[in-house]
């Protein structure tokens, strides 16, 4: 392994996910400066098991008509960020548990995800640019970020069997490129992981303590009024 | 379904370029009403630098909530096939939530966040420059969205659009630039207390002639139409609509409370449940409003307030009044549908469902059932009291909007966009082969009447009160 492969393995990655760590908790502390409203009438329903309801939301593809309605798109969806998971595994796994990579079932799984990941990528960009509603919407970040990470699975795909002593190339690119992603990503839409508990949290605890899910089974009012 | 009134598919550019009407403003100025001269509502000023007040506010008001929403949107696009608007006009991509939430989300990239105050470009960020940006944006969020919150339900982020679009409204009704309906109606309560202006005197004749008409057909002199009777099981609060044009739907809820044996009573002041402050996103007006209804219900006593049929109202009597006026509930308050469970479960009526015998489907107000909780209630008091009930697809927390609602009933310059949208409730209602849809709101009664005549259906829209009533078993 060269010095630059060993540099960008770990003292890189340990810098860049030392600094997106740090604009995380800026991130959290700046959303944490505005305030927040409390709820002042009496609940009726169970805020708890709403606020749980909605954070599980993204398993549950039932739970949403839009998904009911388009069950591809979920599927690209459980692929893509699949793919994400896989991709951030093998950066650890290769550097701190190389071994697990000479399980070549274990290399299979990983680039079929990746793979798979990649393709969804590119359905995404295909879709981006010729639905004229979501190009209506669509910022250079957003095309930005989607060709990054259909990018990023590619040279996953390459990197993943940890074949440093054939060719270092894939390798080095995939760690450089997984540095870039930890300090662009909190200026960037891929962030929105972030937030996701927030505006689950948000919304499941104002339509838990109305009732709109998780309803109390008893009112609460005193009997015979 | 017959095409005779159904109108030629509109410009969204004639909606949203509609211009700023200001005649009714100019009305209220020159006759100094207290409202406008005690700083309660704004009025436009071209004078005043109404874009950078608009960032101000936009800073002061911004919360925790709504920043979440405002960053954690992806741009997915699948809000798109929840909303209304889109689903009827699929054509048109100016019709996503999505890009009409970007419309403030845009300013606060700009002002508030970081990557957009950096490098604006990269992420559209951008800011209005002149006043005919900020009516550009008033015709958006008030013209082309009923807040009803399918798109929030159907946002894999949980972003909160609806949110969104009031909060963009308040901001603008804080600068006068707002559609002549809303400040219209605005104005009224906070002049009058009510949406509609109706007088006191108005109020209370129009009650004794419902107890009049009560007695006669009951024919029983003792029945009553109490009014700021204290110590009472409850104070029950109205939509003003009831007195001006459906005055029946309170000798409906006044005959089935004299059948409950019910101890109850209504208040002089502080009756209007419904609340504009929803519409407009005026927090300061949905405070007053909803203060005058809880303080109504102390200063009688009241063991608990109940909340006739109306969408909005009891969003806002309910849940969100006690927010906005900082106000900690301490009396129950409940809609009529659960006072009426109650009657039903407790033997307190009697009910015939034989004597409902029409094919009746439930049309769910957004802001009951999405924002408000209200989903089997209605549904169960609706099977006592009918006997051919036929739920419509998507139902409960799914169903679609009247297309009335957020307000746009009084904005009548939006209509004609407003009725084409409405081709997909109206496909969903005739799907039903109901010949009654029944709503417990007041403002979708207006909605559905109006979609009913424009897509020719062959319908008739009533209300709970209205059928338990008729079911009653004297």
């Known amino acids: 392994m060269s010095d630059i492969l060993y540099f960008l393995e770990n003292k890189v990655q340990i810098v860049a996910l030392s600094f997106l760590l740090f604009v995380y908790i800026l991130r959290i502390f700046w959303l944490f400066r505005f305030k927040s409203r409390k709820e002042q009438s009496y609940s009726e329903g169970n805020a708890t098991a709403c606020i749980a309801h909605s954070m599980l939301n993204v398993a549950m593809p039932w739970a949403m008509e839009s998904i009911r309605k388009k069950p591809f798109f979920y599927i690209q969806f459980i692929l893509f960020h699949m793919g994400v998971i896989f991709a951030i595994a093998a950066t650890f796994i290769i550097p701190y548990g190389p071994q697990l990579f000479n399980i070549q079932a274990v290399v299979w799984i990983f680039q079929f995800i990746v793979g798979m990941a990649f393709i969804v990528g590119m359905f995404r960009l295909y879709r981006r640019f010729a639905n004229p509603s979501i190009r209506l919407i669509s910022s250079r970040d957003d095309y930005f970020s989607l060709i990054l990470m259909i990018f990023y699975f590619g040279v996953a795909f390459l990197a993943i069997p940890n074949n440093y002593h054939r060719s270092e190339w894939p390798l080095i690119l995939f760690f450089a490129l997984t540095a870039f992603f930890l300090i662009y990503v909190p200026f960037s839409k891929i962030g929105h992981y972030l937030y996701y508990p927030f505006t689950r949290f948000f919304l499941g605890r104002t339509m838990g303590h109305r009732g709109v899910y998780a309803k109390r089974k008893k009112c609460r009012y005193p009997e015979g009024l | ?474």
């Not at chain 2, 996103?281 to 219900?297: I, P, Q, R, T, W």
């Not at chain 2, 998507?394 to 957020?406: K, Q, S, V």
Request: net charge neutral.
């Open chain 2, 1 to 474: 379904m017959s095409d005779k009134n159904i109108s030629k598919k509109i410009k969204i550019e004639d909606v949203t370029s509609l211009p700023l009407e200001l005649e009714s403003q100019q009305k209220a100025s020159k006759e100094k009403i207290g409202s406008v001269t005690e700083g309660k509502l704004t009025l436009y000023d071209r004078q005043k630098r109404n874009v950078e007040r608009f960032h101000e506010l936009l800073r002061k008001k911004m919360t925790r909530q709504l920043a979440s929403s405002m960053v954690a949107c992806v741009h997915c696009g699948m809000c798109a096939e929840s909303c209304h608007y889109c689903l009827s006009r699929p054509d048109d991509p100016q019709m996503t939530p999505v890009y009409k939430a970007d419309q403030i989300r845009r300013i606060f990239k700009k002002h508030i966040d970081w990557t957009g105050r950096v490098f604006p470009k990269w992420v559209k960020a951008g800011s209005p420059v002149t006043d005919e940006d900020l009516n550009h944006l008033k015709n958006i969020v008030f013209g082309t969205c009923s807040a009803c919150r399918r798109c929030t339900f159907n946002c894999p982020m949980g972003v909160d659009t609806a949110l969104l679009i009031r909060f963009a409204r308040g901001i603008l009704t804080d600068l006068g630039i707002v559609p002549e309906g809303v400040f219209n109606v605005s104005r009224d309560q906070w002049e009058t207390g009510n949406q509609m202006a109706v007088t006191e005197e108005d109020y209370l004749e129009t009650l004794d002639w419902m107890k009049e008409e009560l007695q006669e057909e009951l024919d029983n002199p003792d029945i009553d139409i109490p009014i700021d009777t204290e110590d009472c099981d409850f104070m029950y609060t109205i939509n003003p609509r009831e007195i001006k044009f459906d005055p029946r739907s309170i000798s409906h809820a006044a005959k089935i409370f004299h059948f409950a044996d019910e101890k109850w009573t209504m208040p002089k002041w502080g009756w209007d449940q419904t609340n504009f402050g929803l519409f407009s996103g005026d927090d300061k007006l949905g405070a007053y409003v909803a203060k005058n209804v809880y303080e109504a219900a102390e200063r009688l006593r009241a063991k608990r307030i109940v909340i006739s049929e109306c969408g909005h109202g009891y969003r806002s009597t309910r849940w969100e009044g006690y927010n906005w006026a900082e106000y900690d509930q301490n009396i129950p308050a409940e809609s009529v549908i659960l006072t009426l469970m109650r009657y039903i479960q407790n033997g307190r009526i009697k009910v015939n469902p034989a004597k409902n015998s029409e094919p009746v489907t439930f049309h769910d107000s957004c802001n009951i059932a999405r924002s408000g909780g209200l989903l089997e209630e209605p549904r169960w008091v609706l099977n006592k009291v009918c006997s051919d009930y036929r739920e419509m697809s998507p139902n409960r927390r799914e169903n679609f909007c009247c297309a009335g609602g957020g307000g746009l009933l009084s904005m009548a310059e939006y209509k004609p966009l407003r009725m084409e949208v409405a081709k997909i409730k109206a496909d969903q209602l005739k799907a039903t082969g109901a010949k009654l849809v029944c709503t417990i709101c007041h403002n979708c009664v207006d909605g559905l009447t109006d979609l009913i005549k424009h897509y020719d259906l062959d319908m008739k829209v009533v209300q709970v009160l209205e059928l338990v009533s008729h079911a009653l078993v004297v």
